[in-house]
């Protein structure tokens, strides 16, 4: 409630749409304060996203037809899956077969954003597989995307541990040794996030939680 207060303004005043006139960092203000909101749960940011993206879902042909502003696909389509289900994770994973490069980062990193352990777990398995249209150079993006939220992390690591002979099998070979390192770091980064989060979580909510009350009653 504490950071909400803080955004809520802000976010109200940039809003959604985006002028063809608008400055570099106005764009930028507006992607950032809107990333913020949606990942703090600012009902108003996450309920444009989730009807941007039901909208996008209807499109006859949604590869080539997205009203969604370049900008805001990120934060639309994390919501969008987060807030979903299965028919809007399919949705997205549908779309990697068509998308452009940049398009296709984007997507490869919202897929991870899904809060069902069984879709995290299922999209670690299929980056793994020859048909699912995830490529081997893709692979670390899918690990990264799974281990970037509090519930992939372990999902992740035991996804690893119990993976590691096929992970093995597939990075550490002659064809493709320059993707070694980044799995690496990735499953190093899956590990450092898990302990601090034990460490750390419980301190951090409770600071919040005291600076809010203090806040309430000046």
Same mark, same amino acid.
């Given at each position: ?12 005043? @940039? ?11 106005? $764009? ?7 990333? =913020? $909101? ?28 997205? #009203? ?10 994390? @919501? ?7 028919? #809007? ?10 998308? =452009? ?71 550490? /070979? ?40 203090? /806040?309430? /009653?000046?």
């Amino acid at each position: 409630r504490y950071v909400l207060r803080l955004l809520s303004g802000a976010v109200n005043e @940039v809003g959604w749409e985006v002028s063809a006139n608008e400055s570099v960092i106005r $764009a930028q203000q507006r992607v950032d304060l809107l990333a =913020s $909101a949606c990942h703090f749960e600012y009902v108003n940011c996450l309920e444009n996203a989730v009807r941007m993206y039901a909208n996008w879902m209807l499109a006859p042909n949604p590869d080539s037809y997205n #009203e969604i502003n370049v900008d805001l696909r990120g934060i639309v389509y994390c @919501v969008g899956v987060r807030a979903g289900g299965l028919r #809007e994770w399919q949705f997205a994973h549908a779309r990697l077969a068509a998308a =452009s490069a940049s398009e296709r980062h984007r997507l490869l990193s919202v897929l991870g954003c899904t809060t069902a352990p069984h879709l995290l777990h299922r999209y670690l398995e299929l980056s793994l597989r020859n048909d699912s249209g995830i490529r081997k150079q893709d692979v670390v993006r899918v690990f990264s995307a799974v281990a970037g939220t509090a519930i992939g992390q372990p999902i992740a690591f035991n996804f690893v541990r119990a993976n590691w002979l096929k992970l093995r099998n597939l990075f550490v /070979t002659e064809s493709c040794s320059d993707l070694g390192r980044p799995v690496q770091q990735v499953l190093e980064t899956v590990a450092a996030n898990v302990q601090w989060r034990e460490r750390n979580y419980q301190a951090i909510v409770g600071w919040l939680l005291e600076h809010d009350r203090s /806040t309430n /009653t000046s």
